[in-house]
């Protein structure tokens, strides 16, 4: 069966702080993968997916960058943290053009200080 | 435009109650994908159900049923003999043609004992 894992937690960051949270799934091989954003209350905001290791399409212009070093694994990136940067962090996975999967991860919880 | 519609900011439900959850979509695309999902307090975002525009039968998941209705472009999520432990944030979200879920703002439910 598929996993996917995602950390840390939590996350309290200053500003001006770099940033890095990483995701990663197993059993599935060549998934999508998705960073979605949550602010409090709110929906869930696409970040950046992603169908295959180096490919990385960005859905909102932000102060935010991500990586697909290896199959399985994808990484939320910032060299800089702002304020607006605080939310509710979310990794998903899905089998490449198939309504399977999208499933997510635990979410981290970053507020920038 | 996609989009999708959830008109219920918030609802309170009796326990033992079947409660229905309202979610519209608006698309142009033959084939799409509709899900369901489930955010408790911790933040997980958790997959409920599943319906895909070619189904003729409304999907089951136990105590969870998606009432769709292809014409009115309406996909409702009723939940049988509610429990406390459904007391949650609730996603309708449409996969589109590009294989992206857009999302619904979300139904806050709290059952009452």
């Known amino acids: 069966s598929q996993t996917i894992h995602q950390w840390p937690a939590t996350l309290v960051q200053p500003v001006g702080s770099p940033l890095s949270l990483e995701c990663t799934v197993e059993?599935?091989?060549?998934?999508?993968l998705y960073w979605y954003r949550q602010a409090a209350g709110r929906g869930l905001q696409l970040l950046f997916y992603?169908?295959?290791?180096?490919?990385i399409s960005s859905e909102v212009p932000q102060n935010l960058s991500a990586s697909r070093p290896q199959d399985r694994q994808f990484i939320l990136s910032s060299k800089k943290l702002l304020l607006s940067d605080s939310g509710f962090y979310l990794c998903a996975w899905s089998v490449y053009r198939q309504d399977y999967g999208y499933t997510f991860g635990s979410g981290t919880r970053l507020t920038v200080v | 435009a996609q989009k999708i519609t959830q008109t219920q900011p918030g609802m309170f439900v009796q326990e033992k109650e079947a409660v229905t959850l309202d979610c519209t979509y608006d698309?142009?695309?033959?084939?799409?994908?509709l899900f369901w999902y489930k955010q408790p307090s911790s933040g997980e975002m958790i997959f409920l159900i599943y319906?895909?525009?070619?189904d003729e039968q409304n999907a089951t998941e136990g105590r969870y049923s998606l009432n769709f209705q292809k014409a009115r472009k309406s996909a409702n999520l009723v939940i049988s003999a509610s429990q406390l432990g459904d007391s949650a944030m609730y996603f309708c979200a449409m996969r589109d043609s590009n294989y992206q879920l857009i999302w619904g703002a979300g139904t806050k439910l709290i059952i009452k004992p």
């Open positions: 992603s169908v295959g290791i180096g490919q």
């Open positions: 059993g599935t091989s060549n998934p999508n």
């Open positions: 319906q895909g525009s070619y």
């Open positions: 698309t142009s695309d033959q084939s799409y994908g």
